[in-house]
């Protein structure tokens, strides 16, 4: 089955700095690869997804990119606020289960003021 | 807000005991979900609904027992838990399961003793 691994487990930088958070996916059926971030106290929101017949996207800071070949995906974000702090989330779906994503381990993200 | 309610947000229970858990959507969605999030863990998909009915029962012991009365509303009955029970159980929904996107509930911190 697929099995996605995610890292770093935590990530530090300082405010304006950008931050990159990298998966890996196993099944190269997999062609749908959302981002999730979860606050504190809260359940995990969808912020930016990429589906494998495009190879970029981006959303004003926020950017996803991903690599078939490879079988990677990385989510970029630039010029970071201390709201960006939160655990972030990276899923794939197989072409052949429309519902079932399968979770990365998550991101706990701490930008620094 | 997401517009996926969950009640109540914190239970303490102990191993004997029979709760439930209550999941509200106001999207108008047609698909629900149950997940687990335990810490250090990516998160488990444990139940599907569509409609109603259930399209996934992803090998969840029988201690946890889903009702989906309608397309609305999503239970989990819980009875003779275990305390490697305890965790986030969250609430989703789609517009139906072949849509991506799922809308997650804030969630319930379960705590079993």
């Known amino acids: 089955g697929e099995n996605v691994e995610q890292h770093p487990s935590t990530l530090s930088v300082q405010e304006g700095d950008s931050a990159v958070i990298k998966c890996t996916y196993s099944?190269?059926?997999?062609?749908?690869f959302p981002w999730y971030k979860q606050e504190l106290g809260k359940g995990p929101q969808l912020i930016i997804d990429?589906?494998?017949?495009?190879g970029e996207k981006k959303d004003q800071r926020i950017a996803v990119t991903l690599n078939k070949t490879a079988k990677h995906f990385s989510l970029h974000i630039t010029e970071t606020q201390p709201e960006d702090s939160a655990v972030y989330f990276c899923?794939?779906?197989?072409?052949?289960?429309?519902?079932?994503?399968?979770f990365g381990s998550g991101t706990r993200l701490l930008v620094r003021p | 807000e997401t517009g996926v309610t969950q009640t109540p947000r914190h239970l303490v229970m102990g191993m004997t005991n029979k709760k439930s858990l209550k999941c509200e959507q106001h999207?108008?969605?047609?698909?629900m979900y149950w997940y687990k999030q335990s810490a250090k863990k990516p998160l488990e998909l444990m139940f599907v609904?569509?409609?109603?009915?259930?399209?996934e029962n992803n090998s969840v012991p029988s201690r946890f027992s889903p009702e989906c009365p309608n397309s609305s509303h999503l239970f989990l009955h819980l009875h003779t838990l275990q305390p490697e029970d305890s965790a986030l159980y969250l609430c989703?929904?789609?517009?139906?399961?072949?849509?991506?996107?799922?809308?997650f509930g804030p969630g319930t911190r379960l705590l079993v003793l």
């Open positions: 989703a929904s789609s517009q139906d399961t072949g849509k991506e996107t799922q809308y």
């Open positions: 099944d190269s059926a997999s062609n749908y």
């Open positions: 990429i589906r494998s017949n495009v």
């Open positions: 899923a794939a779906r197989k072409a052949d289960s429309s519902y079932k994503l399968i």
């Open positions: 999207l108008g969605h047609n698909a």
């Open positions: 609904y569509s409609l109603e009915e259930r399209v």
